[in-house]
């Protein structure tokens, strides 16, 4: 096991090279001018522009401009924005928001998908299981918006100070209940469909029939055999969710005014702040990496035939 995590490891870095690489030079090789707008309506000075390129070594080669990224990032510098804040400031505000709300949506769509997933698949088609597939038809086919917006618009009516519809800087854990549904509600819907199939192809293998042959009680057949063999592919799909999740919560964090990393990245768009982009988006490289890193341990403790020798 040692040597499969060393070596997973070793894997990560050309894989982390390759993709921040690439992240950086979409971002920075876009046609246009990346100070237009800051001196407002008017174009800006020549030697201000000048100044503002060797100061962000924009004069340099692509390859050039990473290496220094990448030599002041492994000293924990982000860079600064054209503005001279600091982007790791800036992330470090936002980041714990969007990584508090995206851990509440992966265990709500967890606990909900994979319980509705399990009772489906063992008891297999009939009114629950008909109610389930109907009720996750209807959550993929709604946007995220309307989810939020109706979900809001129910809290309002209701005032419920327990949920409120928007929520504050803190970014308490109750606050992010509700948020949090609606930013996995999707997904909710597709790990209880692919749990209800799972279990459903696993309930007929020869090794849960040889269990209750044996006569083990069915609820340790569920627990033990057929509930681990089942969740490698949930597993996996809670995984990489949870790192799309903290980069896709633009509309949530929009609804909810959540100060998180979506927005940011979307205002950084919008006034062309490209290390504000870039910083993110290789900390959530970081993040997609290390839960998959995760993910690949767990497949062992899941499945007793899955062994890194």
Avoid at 10 to 39: E, H, K, M, N, R
């Amino acid at each position: 096991m040692g040597r499969y995590i060393l070596r997973r490891l070793l894997q990560l870095i050309p894989v982390f090279i390759g993709t921040t690489f690439l992240i950086y030079v979409l971002v920075w090789s876009v046609p246009g001018d990346p100070f237009a707008g800051l001196c407002g309506d008017r174009k800006c000075p020549d030697a201000f522009v000048a100044t503002m390129t060797e100061k962000y070594n924009l004069d340099d080669n692509i390859f050039v401009q990473y290496a220094k990224y990448m030599g002041a990032l492994l000293q924990g510098d982000f860079g600064q924005t054209f503005s001279g804040q600091s982007v790791g400031e800036l992330i470090a505000l936002r980041f714990p928001v969007s990584v508090r709300l995206a851990i509440v949506a992966v265990a709500i769509e967890a606990i909900i998908g994979i319980t509705a997933g399990v009772l489906t698949g063992l008891r297999g088609r009939g009114y629950l299981d008909n109610l389930v597939l109907v009720s996750t038809l209807f959550l993929i086919s709604l946007p995220t918006f309307v989810t939020g917006f109706l979900l809001q618009q129910v809290l309002l009516a209701g005032e419920w100070e327990f949920f409120p519809p928007t929520v504050s800087d803190q970014a308490n854990w109750h606050e992010l209940l509700v948020p949090g549904f609606v930013l996995g509600s999707i997904s909710m819907a597709y790990v209880s469909r692919l749990t209800r199939t799972s279990i459903s192809e696993n309930k007929r293998a020869d090794y849960v029939r040889t269990a209750l042959a044996k006569g083990q009680p069915k609820r340790r057949v569920v627990g033990v055999h057929l509930m681990r063999n089942s969740m490698i592919p949930v597993l996996t799909f809670l995984g990489t969710d949870l790192g799309g999740l903290m980069g896709g919560a633009i509309v949530t964090e929009g609804i909810f005014n959540i100060k998180g990393v979506g927005g940011l990245v979307y205002d950084a768009i919008l006034s062309k702040e490209g290390f504000i982009v870039t910083g993110v988006v290789v900390l959530l490289v970081i993040v997609f990496l290390l839960v998959n890193l995760a993910i690949d341990l767990l497949y062992a403790v899941l499945d007793p035939r899955i062994r890194y020798d």
